[in-house]
């Protein structure tokens, strides 16, 4: 099994996404808790994309 640049780009703008939601949460400050959310739920359609490209690569191979 495989990891594709896009699985991993994604898990790590989901973890800084939610790094950043958690520091805007504790610092009160909601644009970058908003950021955080944004640059989190982008993180994870952008893995996403990566499981299914990776899936589709796998079901083309032949057996």
């Given at each position: 099994?495989?990891?594709?640049?896009?699985?991993?780009?994604?898990?790590?703008?989901?973890?800084?996404?939610?790094v950043k939601e958690v520091s805007g949460a504790l610092v009160g400050n909601e644009?970058?808790?908003?950021?955080?959310?944004?640059?989190?739920?982008?993180?994870?359609?952008?893995?996403?994309?990566?499981?299914?490209?990776?899936?589709?690569?796998?079901?083309?191979?032949?057996?």
């Amino acid at each position: 099994m495989s990891i594709n640049k896009d699985q991993i780009k994604g898990r790590v703008n989901e973890a800084k996404g939610k790094v950043k939601e958690v520091s805007g949460a504790l610092v009160g400050n909601e644009t970058m808790e908003a950021k955080g959310k944004v640059q989190k739920n982008l993180g994870k359609a952008q893995a996403k994309y990566g499981d299914i490209k990776h899936d589709v690569k796998d079901a083309t191979k032949p057996a």
